[in-house]
């Protein structure tokens, strides 16, 4: 089983992104650098030229403005560059990152073992996966802000070094205890404001996508009310969370804006050297605190980001199973139930009978790797189902539950989940032995019609022959159905049992059935019962 954490796939998602965030990073330091020199040399310029102008006209002709003026346009240049490019740079590292991380999550959350699998609702899934991930931007960036940050704090304090090492004195232990100050506040305040507001925004999601899922049943028994209250309920505690985070937020911002205007006037009443250069550190350290608001920024963000990490953090932690690199060869079952035992050969077509809630389905899961509670002992070849892992039983098993789960897609994208190098001509006969080709065929975009959320473009019965198909496009040793005939009229169900038969006649696949209809059933040679099986201890 392959373990990791939240930081070691933030790291592999952002290497390829490595020398992208370096250049982020010199943007960063060239913004702070150029920032402080360009209202440094503006302070100085403008005031060595008043003085000057003050002195006579001789002094005046004397003062050379054009080397001053010159650089301040330089310098105003280089800040307006580097702020872009250290705005394009990170956040094109950070979005890059983000992207491969949240595609990396997805697929440890689906590919996780049944035993390990997290268990989470659309509105929780949309919050870890959308939400969390997004906050983690900020731990990306963060790099250029700090780099900056004290690049800018140094730069300043080199400048106010040359008026003398009082006003330099004051100017870092302004700014630096601006900075201590700012993180030690953030991290005793806004943590618990954080998660409340993080549990309140996850609430929110939850219910809004529990409600649109039950639509239609709210319209009908006119619900549309009651919900409306209830939602409003969820939203108000989300908003009162989120004003009492950004009120404390925005308090610990002021202290860099406080501690530069403080900063600024100890350097210019302890200055010497003149008023131009008392100017030139006073407007440095006003300069300073534009860069480290943005270390203050980061600072303010990192409880949020610490609390959406710990969240996705229990995605990250789920064990992978170590992928199988060859197909073993087509194993026999075994089943053990409460009044016998049943060996299946390979190709056996076996019917699975019994009252609800016997296990049929959860025998079902188990095999096809989603669940490990079958109340019966199923072996495939000579180990345990429940202890094969998802990677071996889906290389044996495809499954096509009652209720099966369509993609927000075309019908080719969810037809091509089934496997990798699908040709059109295997598509059109799986839909066509799922007696699905003619309708497909009739759309306006046949394959790559839309088909909605789940399927809801489509009726009950295409949906369920469309996952059919799916199933049959797997190309699996075994083939599990849940109700394959549910939902369709006599005729439709004659024709597909046909074809069925014919697929299994052609393909020597296995089948194990569960079905109430006597059509499906006929295609089983074998019937077993699990009538008074209960879960095992």
Not at 113 to 130: D, M, N
Request: glycine share 8%.
């Amino acid at each position: 089983m392959s373990e990791v954490n939240l930081s070691a796939l933030l790291t592999a998602s952002a290497a390829p992104w490595r020398r992208t965030r370096r250049l982020a990073l010199l943007s960063g330091i060239l913004v702070a650098v150029a920032t402080i020199a360009l209202l440094a040399l503006s302070g100085w310029f403008i005031t060595a030229a008043a003085i000057a102008g003050v002195a006579g006209p001789t002094a005046a002709r004397g003062f050379n403005y054009l080397v001053p003026a010159a650089t301040i346009r330089l310098l105003a240049i280089l800040r307006t560059a580097g702020r872009y490019f250290e705005r394009l740079l990170s956040h094109q590292a950070a979005l890059g990152t983000l992207a491969s991380l949240r595609t990396t999550l997805f697929a440890r959350a689906a590919a996780a073992e049944a035993s390990g699998r997290l268990r989470l609702s659309g509105g929780e899934g949309a919050s870890l996966l959308g939400r969390d991930v997004d906050q983690l931007e900020d731990r990306v960036i963060r790099g250029p802000q700090i780099a900056g940050a004290f690049a800018g704090l140094l730069f300043a304090v080199f400048l106010a070094a040359v008026t003398g090492i009082i006003p330099a004195l004051c100017v870092v232990l302004c700014l630096a205890g601006a900075c201590v100050m700012t993180s030690w506040l953030a991290r005793r305040m806004l943590p618990d404001l954080a998660q409340c507001e993080a549990a309140a925004s996850n609430d929110l999601k939850v219910a809004l996508a529990e409600y649109a899922a039950a639509a239609g049943e709210i319209a009908v028994y006119d619900l549309t009310a009651r919900v409306s209250a209830e939602l409003e309920q969820v939203a108000a505690r989300h908003d009162d969370a989120q004003f009492r985070l950004a009120r404390a937020e925005a308090a610990i911002a002021t202290i860099p804006t406080a501690a530069a205007g403080i900063a600024c006037a100890l350097a210019l009443a302890t200055a010497h050297g003149g008023a131009a250069l008392a100017a030139m550190a006073a407007l440095a350290a006003i300069a300073a605190g534009e860069s480290i608001a943005g270390y203050a920024r980061a600072q303010i963000r990192a409880p949020s980001v610490d609390e959406a990490s710990a969240r996705l953090d229990k995605i990250a932690a789920v064990g992978l199973p170590d992928p199988v690199s060859a197909s073993p060869a087509v194993p026999g079952l075994t089943i053990i139930t409460s009044v016998g035992t049943h060996r299946l050969m390979p190709g056996a077509r076996v019917a699975i009978a019994g009252p609800s809630g016997c296990g049929k389905t959860r025998l079902l899961g188990t095999l096809a790797g989603l669940r490990t509670d079958a109340p019966q002992e199923i072996i495939v070849g000579e180990r345990a189902a429940s202890e094969m892992g998802l990677y071996r039983l889906r290389q044996q098993f495809a499954l096509v539950p009652q209720d099966p789960m369509l993609i927000a897609g075309t019908i080719l994208d969810n037809l091509r989940l089934a496997r990798a190098g699908i040709g059109e001509d295997e598509i059109w006969e799986a839909l066509s032995t799922a007696c699905l080709d003619q309708e497909v065929r009739a759309l306006p975009d046949r394959l790559d019609q839309w088909i909605g959320e789940d399927g809801a473009q489509l009726s009950g019965g295409q949906r369920k022959r469309l996952a059919m198909a799916r199933g049959l496009l797997a190309a699996r040793p075994w083939l599990l159905l849940d109700e394959p005939s549910e939902g369709l009229d006599a005729n439709t169900e004659a024709k597909l049992v046909a074809r069925l038969r014919d697929w299994f006649d052609r393909s020597g696949q296995g089948l194990l059935l569960v079905s109430h209809r006597a059509a499906p059933l006929s295609l089983c040679d074998k019937t077993i019962g699990l009538a008074g099986d209960h879960p095992r201890k």
